[in-house]
């Protein structure tokens, strides 16, 4: 059973950055599509960045668009959120996924196989 963890959530004022990182315990994620969705407090969740794994393509949610950047290490083990410029609205529990490929490529709509258990981050005014 594949397991996700995530690390590097906290707390930072208004302007500031965080690294979210993301590691299945035990495996690669290569030919995966990783995800970061974050949920804020009374809101539903929402796709906030996607990776393809094999081709290295990326895409955003229009929220965090040009300020958040995902990305993978060389050895496929770890997967980060670089969240910059953070604001008030981004306070939420982010959360790590991984699912398969389907059509060539990935999607926030497509199925997700695997979760990990959130990173809290917030940032205060």
């Known amino acids: 059973q594949v397991q996700l963890v995530e690390s590097g959530g906290g707390s930072v004022q208004t302007g500031g950055s965080l690294r979210l990182s993301c590691s299945p315990s035990?495996?690669?994620?290569?030919?995966?599509?990783m995800y970061w969705f974050r949920q804020p407090p009374g809101k539903e969740r929402e796709g906030v960045g996607l990776?393809?794994?094999?081709?290295?393509?990326?895409q955003y949610g229009d929220s965090v668009e040009g300020r958040f950047t995902i990305s993978q290490d060389n050895a496929k083990t770890t997967v980060y959120l670089q969240m910059n410029s953070l604001n008030t609205e981004d306070t939420a529990m982010y959360f790590c996924?991984?699912?398969?490929?389907?059509?060539?490529?990935?999607?926030?709509?497509?199925?997700?196989?695997?979760w990990g258990k959130g990173a809290l981050v917030t940032i205060s005014s």
């Open positions: 035990g495996y690669t994620f290569y030919r995966y599509c």
């Open positions: 990776l393809d794994t094999i081709d290295d393509t990326s």
């Open positions: 996924a991984a699912g398969h490929r389907y059509y060539g490529g990935c999607d926030f709509a497509y199925p997700i196989d695997y």
